[in-house]
């Protein structure tokens, strides 16, 4: 079976989504599936490359440029050669769409339901639990219907900012305490967040985060360790044991996580069985409640008091070596090969049973 690799992307989060490709590439069952790389430009042009029947040698490798030829071709900047497509060209027999897009038009339902439309299995959740999880507020929203705990927050758009500036500083400062943290309502990998402490550093956070996305988010900050755990399944979903952050800085940034690498994941986390039990019910019920399948991780913050509040759900985590997602599975015992290949089987279980809902008019 053939697996069409979509990674790249317009987002943000483009040179995150190269390395998960890369290293989801490593992990590739090659005896049993061959992975064909559509790697989609900065500029939103899909290109082709060749067929894959081994790994691939370095992460560079898939950052294709346009060339009509039909081998693997090393360039002087150490990319590789392809060819350009039209979007809609990936639709073939025997294939799995695995979608490793993170950030807007990838992990925010765009991109599935394309591959809706083009009738094909693709790996990880649907349009609405993609959109719903990827946009903070409406995830927010759907995680109080559930009786999840959270920190408190404000939400406001940018036609709002624009208008009442000062009114939105006073509600931020009259029902939160500092430090607050300033994220763009969709995007991931802590791209656009800002940890701040006073008034101005609230605006210059708030039109920082602008710049990614017209929605805002500010949360209370607190004192609070962070947790993670992955989720795996469809109806059926499964989760690992509870993963710990554990961070030499106040703020887990862009370039903590992908540059620095100076936070360690502690796997499993150092906390009472009792907290861990129910830190894992949590994150099942997050996973209900936006009707995710495939695959999430679900973030929490943990105080020393015991108390648990839900950070978010990433619908197509991270797949780097340094990503927690794959090293909460592998700290539970399901390697990266065998955590790859039920990801693929559970696409291809979802696609036949929405195909037999599917009714003929």
């Not at 469809?234 to 106040?250: C, E, F, M, P, T």
């Not at 999430?296 to 340094?322: C, H, S, W």
Request: proline fraction near 4%; aromatic fraction near 8%.
């Amino acid at each position: 079976m053939k697996i069409t690799m979509l990674y790249g992307g317009q987002s943000a989060e483009h040179d995150i989504s190269i390395l998960s490709a890369h290293n989801i590439v490593q992990q590739i069952m090659f005896d049993v599936y061959t992975v064909q790389p559509i790697y989609i430009t900065r500029q939103g042009k899909w290109i082709k490359g060749p067929l894959l029947e081994e790994p691939s040698a370095f992460p560079e490798q898939l950052r294709l440029s346009s060339a009509q030829v039909e081998s693997w071709c090393d360039n002087e900047k150490g990319s590789s050669t392809g060819i350009n497509i039209n979007p809609g060209d990936i639709a073939e027999e025997d294939t799995v769409v695995f979608p490793i897009l993170h950030g807007p038009n990838g992990e925010d339902g765009t991109i599935q339901g394309f591959l809706e439309i083009l009738n094909l299995p693709y790996v990880g959740a649907g349009v609405a639990a993609s959109a719903a999880g990827m946009d903070k507020i409406i995830s927010k929203n759907l995680f109080e219907r559930a009786g999840l705990p959270q920190v408190p927050y404000i939400a406001f758009d940018q036609r709002e900012w624009q208008s009442d500036k000062e009114d939105l500083i006073a509600r931020s400062e009259g029902s939160l305490l500092y430090p607050l943290f300033v994220k763009p309502a969709n995007l991931g990998s802590s791209v656009g967040i800002s940890r701040v402490t006073d008034s101005s550093e609230l605006v210059e956070a708030v039109e920082l985060a602008l710049q990614f996305d017209r929605r805002i988010v500010v949360e209370q900050g607190i004192r609070a360790e962070e947790c993670e755990v992955a989720v795996l399944g469809n109806d059926d979903a499964h989760v690992s044991v509870v993963g710990q952050l554990v961070k030499q800085s106040d703020f887990y940034n862009y370039d903590e996580k992908y540059i620095n690498n100076t936070v360690e994941m502690q796997i499993p986390a150092e906390i009472p069985d009792h907290i861990a039990s129910q830190v894992q019910d949590y994150a099942l019920a997050a996973y209900r409640a936006i009707d995710c399948s495939g695959l999430a991780r679900v973030d929490f913050f943990l105080t020393n008091k015991g108390d648990i509040y839900i950070n978010e759900i990433n619908t197509m985590p991270g797949f780097t070596q340094y990503s927690m997602y794959p090293n909460l599975w592998l700290g539970t015992g399901l390697s990266q090969r065998d955590l790859i290949d039920e990801l693929i089987q559970l696409a291809l279980r979802r696609h036949e049973r929405n195909s037999q809902l599917k009714v003929d008019f």
